[in-house]
């Protein structure tokens, strides 16, 4: 099984500022990373995956994110937020091998960025 | 990108009927669509996963019964609460992906339930 951990449950931050959304898991198999956004009554929108290669991912909206396979660490990072980065962000794992739970997302407990002028 | 719909957006209902919500995938045909539920303030947990043509696969404490699922065409996928209670009360979300782990699921917006 898999298991997500976000770190910061809230985040405050001023426009312009850098920022660091934290996410750590624990898995016994290989794992693919994702990371999305979801706005005030919308759905989620994927920002960006990890799958392979390159373990500096970027994503949409200047996020990136770096996979620590040492860590299990797949932190999210933006060099200057803006006021329309406000959002819940989540962190969630699936195998990256066969099986039943093959497909299959779990996400961490969120954590809400908010982003002050 | 590629477009996951819900309808209804949200519902009200009385304690003992049954509630259906559609989830539809708009430009895409979808082989697996997963069904979450998410309480306020916190995370989605994944509730069944839904193949086109077969029965849909529920998670451990998920009863097959309450929460019926149905993926009849590779569009649309539909989960029906059955003589719902206030305690199933909650925002219901439903991802879709037309490959395998590695793909991306696309969300749709949800649907927030309330049983009175």
């Known amino acids: 099984a898999q298991s997500v951990t976000q770190l910061d449950s809230q985040v405050p931050v001023f426009e312009e500022a850098p920022v660091e959304l934290r996410c750590n898991y624990s898995s016994s198999v290989s794992v693919y990373l994702f990371w999305y956004v979801q706005y005030p009554n919308q759905g989620l929108q994927l920002l960006l995956k990890?799958?392979?290669?390159?373990?500096l991912v970027k994503g949409i909206n200047g996020f990136e994110a770096e996979f620590n396979k040492s860590q299990t660490s797949f932190h999210l990072r933006k060099p200057s937020v803006h006021i329309s980065d406000t959002a819940e962000y989540f962190c969630?794992?699936?195998?990256?091998?066969?099986?039943?739970?093959?497909?299959?997302?779990?996400f961490g407990q969120g954590t809400i960025l908010t982003v002050h002028p | 990108g590629a477009v996951v719909s819900q309808h209804p957006s949200w519902v009200i209902c009385k304690s003992g009927t049954s509630v259906k919500i559609e989830c539809r995938s708009l430009d895409f045909q979808a082989t697996t669509m997963f069904w979450y539920r998410q309480f306020p303030k916190q995370s989605l947990m994944l509730m069944a996963t839904s193949n086109e043509g077969s029965k849909a696969t529920y998670e451990q404490g998920v009863e097959k019964d309450k929460f019926l699922i149905n993926h009849a065409s590779l569009t649309l996928s539909t989960l029906t609460v059955t003589s719902a209670h206030p305690e199933d009360s909650s925002f219901y979300i439903c991802s879709a992906t037309s490959g395998g782990a590695g793909e991306t699921q696309y969300f749709g917006p949800g649907t927030r339930l309330l049983v009175l």
């Open positions: 990890y799958l392979s290669g390159s373990t």
């Open positions: 969630a794992v699936s195998r990256n091998a066969g099986g039943t739970s093959y497909g299959k997302l779990t």
